[in-house]
């Protein structure tokens, strides 16, 4: 005879109910890693959603750590997923970007550390393998020990350190120091108005002679589908646009990936998420994210 208190245990509604408690209260910690780790938020929500099938028919009276369970299926899943994606962005059209979050609205993304959530850190992150950046994540974003993340990416000790440590000098060898906060808005806030009258001397001043300027409209909207390159070269492009792009726009400002970033609408249409990166050498990188499937929802968020 079946025990009828055992069957309700594993597949009762209140255990159900308290398997979607326990997933739902380490959702924000899981995004996080899925997040950092795939760079859209998209393909984080939907890699989120197989983990909780997973979870949902898993017998979870083995389970003695969920947070611990429930992290180490997501890192296996965005690693696998990253390989895939990789492969399709071989060919996406243009310049691709990371898909931007609205952090202002999602405290949690942030909340134990910053790390690799930047724009910069996510760009260069791409350059990693997908566990090296999977080990970088997890030590550097949310402090996992060494022994804990080897058990999850189901690698030695060792191996592990030296995957961080690759990561790290990586990071800093081609990242250069960045500006504060309030000077990187101050840089952004100066960019949007010279921009906005095509002001080139002005332009000029606020970039750095390597800067690079991004613009990933994915194919699907009009937009340079190649990096300009080089201070002259960037302010003559954003001047040559000015009058056409920015008739009738209106900007607000926004909490975006940790950083400042200006939401560019018309007609209340949300079209251009604009922010820079920048270092005391003036801004390096201009990033015009534009592409409808990366911003839309952050202009449902806003």
Same mark, same amino acid.
């Given at each position: 005879?079946?025990?009828?208190?055992?069957?309700?245990?594993?597949?009762?509604?209140? $255990?159900?109910?308290?398997?979607?408690?326990?997933?739902?209260?380490?959702?924000?910690?899981?995004?996080?890693?899925?997040?950092?780790?795939?760079?859209?938020?998209?393909?984080?929500?939907?890699?989120? #959603?197989?983990?909780?099938?997973?979870? #949902?028919?898993?017998?979870?009276?083995?389970?003695?750590?969920?947070?611990?369970?429930?992290?180490?299926?997501?890192?296996?899943?965005?690693?696998?997923?990253?390989?895939?994606?990789?492969? %399709?962005?071989?060919?996406?059209?243009?310049?691709?970007?990371?898909?931007?979050?609205?952090?202002?609205?999602?405290?949690?993304?942030?909340?134990? %550390?910053?790390?690799?959530?930047?724009?910069?850190?996510?760009?260069?992150?791409?350059?990693?393998?997908?566990?090296?950046?999977?080990? =970088?994540?997890?030590?550097?974003?949310?402090?996992?020990? =060494?022994?804990?993340?080897?058990?999850?990416?189901?690698?030695?000790?060792?191996?592990?350190? #030296?995957?961080?440590?690759?990561?790290?000098?990586?990071?800093?060898?081609? %990242?250069?120091?960045?500006?504060?906060? $309030?000077?990187?808005?101050?840089?952004?806030?100066?960019?949007?108005?010279?921009?906005?009258?095509?002001?080139?001397?002005?332009?000029?001043?606020?970039?750095?002679?390597?800067?690079?300027? =991004?613009?990933?409209?994915?194919?699907?909207?009009?937009?340079?589908?190649?990096?300009?390159?080089?201070?002259?070269?960037?302010?003559?492009?954003? %001047?040559?646009?000015?009058?056409?792009?920015?008739?009738?726009?209106?900007?607000?400002?926004? $909490?975006?990936?940790?950083?400042?970033?200006?939401?560019?609408?018309?007609?209340?249409?949300?079209?251009?998420?604009?922010?820079?990166?920048?270092?005391?050498?003036?801004?390096? #990188?201009?990033?015009?994210?534009?592409?409808?499937?990366?911003?839309?929802?952050?202009?449902?968020?806003?």
């Amino acid at each position: 005879m079946r025990d009828i208190r055992t069957e309700s245990r594993h597949g009762g509604t209140e $255990d159900l109910d308290e398997a979607a408690a326990t997933f739902e209260s380490l959702r924000p910690r899981l995004f996080g890693i899925a997040y950092r780790i795939l760079s859209s938020a998209t393909e984080a929500e939907d890699l989120l #959603q197989d983990v909780w099938l997973r979870w #949902q028919a898993y017998d979870r009276d083995t389970v003695a750590d969920p947070g611990a369970f429930l992290a180490t299926v997501t890192t296996r899943l965005a690693i696998n997923a990253l390989q895939s994606a990789r492969v %399709r962005r071989e060919t996406y059209v243009g310049p691709w970007l990371p898909e931007p979050v609205d952090t202002s609205n999602d405290p949690h993304l942030g909340a134990e %550390r910053g790390e690799a959530l930047s724009f910069a850190v996510l760009l260069l992150l791409e350059k990693l393998s997908p566990t090296e950046r999977a080990a =970088y994540v997890l030590r550097e974003a949310f402090d996992y020990p =060494y022994r804990r993340i080897a058990e999850i990416i189901e690698a030695s000790e060792a191996a592990v350190r #030296q995957l961080v440590s690759r990561a790290r000098k990586h990071i800093v060898s081609e %990242r250069r120091t960045p500006v504060t906060r $309030d000077e990187q808005r101050r840089l952004l806030t100066a960019f949007v108005a010279a921009a906005r009258v095509g002001d080139l001397a002005k332009l000029e001043e606020l970039l750095a002679a390597d800067v690079i300027s =991004y613009s990933d409209g994915g194919g699907a909207v009009r937009a340079s589908r190649f990096p300009v390159v080089g201070a002259f070269r960037v302010a003559k492009f954003v %001047r040559a646009f000015a009058s056409r792009f920015w008739a009738g726009v209106e900007v607000e400002w926004a $909490d975006v990936n940790g950083q400042p970033a200006a939401l560019l609408r018309h007609d209340g249409e949300l079209f251009t998420v604009l922010t820079v990166n920048a270092s005391e050498e003036g801004i390096d #990188q201009v990033l015009w994210l534009m592409n409808p499937a990366k911003i839309t929802p952050l202009s449902v968020a806003s």
